[in-house]
């Protein structure tokens, strides 16, 4: 980190185009520094959930990149990039090989070279640690959104979930939370560069730097773990609405990988006997009657609508718990558009509401390029088959009224958008069910990834948050974020919990995209106004050229 820094001190001249261009000998220690960045930020990620490293990992992206042009800056970025999301996404290796593996993971580190040339330009303004951080965050809402409706795992903020930031989720959102990891990392970047610098001895006259050039980035350093430490009391808990006892239901499914999907019928059944047996345990005293009860995604993979003895199966297993249950299930229509749907099924009226799940997963319930893919997945995996029909979105957020709760229905994929949560919530949800299925994923970390955004979520939201999965990690996690239960993967179980129902809104639910607007708008603005200088620089230079060479 040292040599990379050192690479692009304060005291160096800067070129025409912007900072300092690099000397030659730094290049191996920035490249470096790059490819540790991008490995310790994967770092906080589960399955080590080491929050503590994203700071020093973006200080040492930070260091990789300070005084570089923008082609070297977007390399730079992109390798920090691969070493981040290579061994982050290891999980989609699982069933569908190495090669969409790396493919996505360099399309998604293209945004880190992105933020690269940003952190990059503002490097020298004042303040530049606030107009990086801000910069990351554009960077990251940008990755949010495009292409195919945007990738947003991976955000710094999910790797927050067990760490000091956490409490800020509640006040800005994920976009909040990161802007604040991110000013961590190079705010001590920027002191470590400026007490380097001052230890260089002082040559051809040239100022030394005082103590008071190391206040600035001390306090930026400083100020967003004070900040999260300041607002962890506000993170609300209390039951507004009161309490309700909930069952999750973990079915387990027959089989690792793929081929769950043939044998749909046993995960079904699964999950009603699993139902049946939290009801004798009822019944016997050992376990209290459930108000509500979750099941995962796609626990019946056989459309009750058209099946009557999918029907049967599990109206006969909400009876026998006698509560409303939320079923994860398929329509699928002989004609017109197939849904991922979750079904509010009741004891007594049998299904009374749906809602189809919203955002769509790219390349797993939709296939953009099906062409492309087609002929690509023929060479890498044959054995995967396209299908020829693909999910379609529904169009309202999911909020069903089970008893005393109002259960907000946000599904593994769509618990990652933040828009998609935050308008559960605003429609009333009191609490957030989150039914999903990772069996295709085996035993790698995607689970635990995904329960860590469901911790964020709650405190972003003040909801309890119940995630149910077909094999695991089905959990409870209380409006602070903390998991209250949980189980172990591919193991049929059932949690049952009493949690609070909250309905006053958080701050970030209020402001909603809103700080990931702001904040995104001033690192871009900040980005902007360097290339305007700089094409000012140049025309002023060009002028001043022609005069001079246009007098006598």
């Known amino acids: 980190m040292s040599s990379a820094i050192i690479a692009a001190s304060p005291n160096e001249p800067a070129d025409q185009d912007g900072p300092p261009a690099p000397r030659g000998r730094h290049t191996v220690s920035r490249l470096l520094a790059a490819s540790a960045g991008g ?8 399955p080590f959930s080491w929050w503590w490293m994203a700071p020093i990992a973006l200080a040492l992206f930070s260091a990789a990149v300070y005084g570089r042009r923008a082609r070297a800056a977007f390399g730079l970025g992109f390798l920090a990039g691969l070493t981040f999301f290579l061994p982050l996404l290891t999980w989609t290796n699982e069933y569908v090989g190495a090669v969409p593996w790396v493919v996505l993971a360099m399309l998604e580190a293209s945004f880190f070279g992105l933020a690269a040339v940003m952190v990059a330009l503002v490097g020298r303004l004042p303040a530049a640690p606030i107009w990086a951080a801000a910069a990351w965050v554009a960077a990251e809402a940008l990755r949010g959104a495009v292409p195919f409706r945007g990738f947003p795992l991976g955000s710094v903020a999910f790797g927050q979930a067990d760490g000091l930031f956490l409490s800020l989720a509640s006040l800005g959102g994920v976009a909040l939370v990161g802007f604040a990891v991110a000013l961590c990392g190079f705010g001590l970047a920027d002191l470590a560069r400026r007490v380097l610098a001052a230890r260089r001895p002082v040559v051809d006259g040239s100022a030394t730097i005082g103590p008071r050039a190391l206040a600035m980035p001390a ?187 109002d259960v907000g229905v946000v599904t593994c994929w769509e618990v990652a958008f933040d828009h998609r949560v935050n308008d559960t919530v605003l429609a009333g949800a009191t609490v957030l069910a989150v039914p999903s299925n990772y069996a295709t994923f085996g035993l790698t970390a995607m689970s635990e990834q995904q329960l ?32 209250v239960s949980s189980t172990d993967l591919f193991t049929a179980d059932a949690l049952v919990a009493e949690i609070p129902l909250r309905s006053t809104t958080t701050l970030a639910t209020r402001l909603g995209a809103g700080p990931e607007w702001i904040i995104s708008a001033l690192g871009v603005a900040a980005a902007g106004w360097v290339v305007i200088g700089g094409v000012r620089r140049r025309r002023l230079d060009r002028s001043s050229a022609v005069r001079e060479a246009a007098q006598p």
């Open 452 to 483: 860590a955004i469901s911790q964020v979520r709650a405190v972003e939201h003040g909801r309890a948050v119940l995630v149910a999965a077909t094999s695991g990690i089905s959990a409870v996690v209380s409006p602070s974020g903390t998991v």
């Open 39 to 46: 490995a310790l930020l994967s770092l906080s990620f589960a």
């Open 219 to 405: 306090v930026l350093t400083v100020v967003p773990a004070l900040a999260a430490l300041a607002a962890s009391p506000a993170v609300g808990t209390d039951a507004q609405e009161g309490t309700v006892t909930a069952a999750l239901i973990q079915g387990n499914v027959p089989q690792l990988g793929l081929e769950f999907n043939a044998q749909r019928r046993a995960v079904l059944d699964n999950h009603a006997e699993r139902t049946r047996e939290l009801a004798a345990d009822v019944a016997a005293g050992r376990e209290p009657q459930p108000d509500i009860v979750i099941w995962p995604e796609n626990a019946s993979d056989i459309d009750p609508f058209r099946n009557a003895d999918a029907d049967a199966v599990i109206d006969s297993a909400v009876r026998a718990i006698d509560a409303p249950t939320m079923i994860g299930t398929l329509e699928t229509p002989e004609q017109g558009d197939i849904h991922n749907t979750v079904v509010h099924w009741d004891p007594a009226d049998g299904p009374v509401d749906i809602y189809r799940k919203r955002e769509i997963q790219p390349f797993g319930e939709r296939i953009p390029l099906r062409g492309l893919v087609s002929a690509v997945m023929g060479v890498v995996n044959p054995s995967i088959r396209i299908p020829d029909r693909e999910y379609q979105p529904g169009d309202t957020p999911g909020v069903f009224a089970m008893g005393r709760a």
